[in-house]
């Protein structure tokens, strides 16, 4: 049949099972959108208030459900005003397909109004880009960019279209998609290699990442532990792929994580590392990290082996596959030394709180309680600051794809857009985010869509009214010299989100936080609850940049 192409696209867009896409319109996606129009039926379309929460939607959407996300977004400002959320797709490996607009075909290179050369500037934050300037190619090439962006090591991938093309005939002719189908590169004698190694280790851990949630590689990675009764770390971006009541979990690896996961690391004999790159913020020594250990790399990115740690041995593949064929290969094991030294460990390293005060409530006693009130299930969004971080030590993850946090850029701004694409993915779930009066400010405008749609997301704003992470670091190794971190805004959140016809609350102290909590989960309408903290709370414990265990801060003077 002959259809437009922006028929085609909406076309492409349900072959392969897309139901909502997030977006703005413009002028060089009109064709796009009314083409939405008509298929409005079929395809849902969640207006932002801003393209740069668009992108963020898509990405949240993306990590809650493991589908592909979708935005839309016109030529020039629309199209740049995606780069952020695409920069932090990418950064954390987030399947998402952007559709941008473009001037028609005789006015590209022309410096035409709302004409921007996007695919070059996106080049160095999305997988593939493509510039689509025939329609005869526009469905192959949505069908290309929907396999990159879920084969592999996912990320975004980028279309811009003309808006020639999209107004222009074409035939087209439905097609099933190839499922993704992830080869495994590593052979049985690959496995039992690896599994020689561990037979060989008295005291080893495993180090896992966001590559675990990805690959919904959450119940072997399950398996693989209690068959070698080995303890369990995570990355930030790794939390709910490991449940976090079990036995053999011991913490988050790296600068904000436990005392006992940093002398795991310094004690084991072997890492066994799943999904996960060894970023600064876990290898601060990179030729300290597992000083004393051999190292086995679970991948399906051949690029990531050796890249920031040197490893001994490695397993490529997709981790369901990897995870799999190591736990077949190795020895049911007990060690009951090794985990009764960890937990002894984890008894000591603890950080001193600040005392309770009538003027503050303290952050970990606002995550604790809205802990209590929520299920497994329901879905936490961070932005990035303190806030992220204490979230990352004190709430309790057991489910994958139930947490939504930018690890990999620490964008700011970035939390409720996912928080809305989260909600709309999951509209029978409840979806929290937790905020800094920082980030917070960044993409407020968003409160505009949470109303719109009237989606069942809870926003915690600890507000401190500094820029408390940048501060922290400033009272460590700057001299306490606040270089523009005390900002101490006027902003009232709670009338705030009155004015955009959200329920806004307040939280003074902890003596408030239960029952104010308790009347705002109490039903499925979106609130802000402003939570005052104080301005010297900080993210302990903290091992300096490029620094080990031995140099773990538990206090401030």
């Not at 290309?144 to 879920?150: C, G, L, P, Y």
């Not at 003309?162 to 998609?177: F, I, R």
């Not at 995570?234 to 979990?249: A, D, E, I």
């Not at 397993?315 to 937990?343: F, H, I, M, N, Y």
């Amino acid at each position: 049949m002959k259809l437009n192409g922006s028929e085609i696209i909406a076309e492409c867009l349900l072959e392969q099972g897309v139901d909502t896409v997030f977006g703005y319109p413009g002028g060089a996606v009109l064709n796009i959108y009314d083409a939405l129009y008509k298929y409005s039926d079929k395809i849902t379309h969640i207006l932002s208030a801003h393209e740069q929460g668009a992108a963020h939607a898509a990405d949240g959407y993306a990590r809650t459900t493991g589908k592909c996300g979708v935005v839309i977004a016109t030529s020039g400002p629309g199209a740049t005003n995606l780069i952020t959320g695409i920069a932090t797709a990418y950064m954390d490996s987030v399947p998402v397909v952007a559709i941008t607009g473009n001037v028609t075909n005789d006015l590209l290179a022309r410096d035409s109004f709302q004409e921007v050369d996007i695919c070059g500037i996106s080049m160095p934050v999305t997988k593939h880009n493509f510039i689509v300037k025939d329609v005869k190619d526009l469905a192959n090439v949505i069908r290309k960019a929907f396999r990159i962006a879920m084969s592999g090591r996912k990320g975004p991938v980028l279309i811009d279209i003309p808006k020639d093309v999209t107004g222009a005939l074409c035939e087209y002719e439905s097609v099933k998609p190839e499922p993704v189908c992830n080869k495994l590169i590593s052979d049985k004698t690959d496995f039992e290699a690896a599994a020689d190694i561990i037979r060989g280790s008295e005291r080893p851990m495993i180090y896992m990442g966001g590559g675990i949630v990805s690959a919904d590689a959450s119940a072997e990675l399950l398996e693989l532990a209690e068959k070698l009764d080995c303890p369990v770390a995570s990355s930030v971006m790794g939390l709910g792929g490991f449940p976090q009541s079990h036995r053999l979990y011991i913490g988050t690896i790296g600068m904000h994580g436990g005392y006992e996961t940093g002398k795991a690391t310094d004690n084991c004999d072997l890492i066994i590392t799943a999904g996960a790159r060894f970023s600064d913020r876990v290898a601060g020594d990179r030729e300290k990290f597992g000083k004393d250990a051999k190292i086995i790399q679970l991948d399906i990115d051949k690029a990531e082996i050796n890249k920031n740690v040197k490893i001994d041995y490695c397993l490529l593949g997709d981790l369901k596959d990897t995870l799999s064929g190591l736990t077949e290969a190795v020895d049911k094991t007990e060690r009951p030394q090794w985990t009764a030294q960890l937990s002894e460990w984890g008894k000591n390293g603890q950080v001193t709180e600040t005392p309770k005060s009538d003027d503050y409530a303290h952050p970990y006693h606002i995550i604790e309680a809205v802990r209590a009130l929520t299920k497994d299930s329901d879905i936490i969004v961070t932005d990035v600051g303190q806030h992220q971080m204490w979230v990352s030590q004190k709430y309790r993850f057991e489910q994958p794809r139930t947490w939504c946090t930018s690890g990999g850029l620490g964008t700011m701004g970035y939390g409720l857009g996912a928080a809305v694409g989260s909600a709309v993915a999951h509209p029978e779930r409840r979806v929290v985010l937790f905020t800094g009066d920082g980030s917070f400010h960044m993409n407020l405008n968003e409160l505009a869509t949470v109303c719109s749609y009237d989606l069942n997301i809870k926003i915690i704003v600890l507000n401190n009214t500094v820029l408390g992470m940048v501060r922290q670091w400033q009272k460590l190794f700057y001299g306490r010299r606040f270089s523009q971190t005390d900002p101490h805004r006027k902003t009232d959140f709670a009338k705030l989100a009155e004015a955009f016809g959200v329920k806004g609350m307040r939280i003074h102290n902890d003596d408030d936080a239960e029952e104010i909590l308790s009347q705002a989960f109490s039903d499925s309408k979106p609130v802000v609850i402003d939570c005052r903290i104080s301005p010297d709370e900080n993210v302990l414990p903290m091992i300096p940049p490029g620094k080990t265990v031995d140099d773990l801060i538990t206090e401030m003077e």
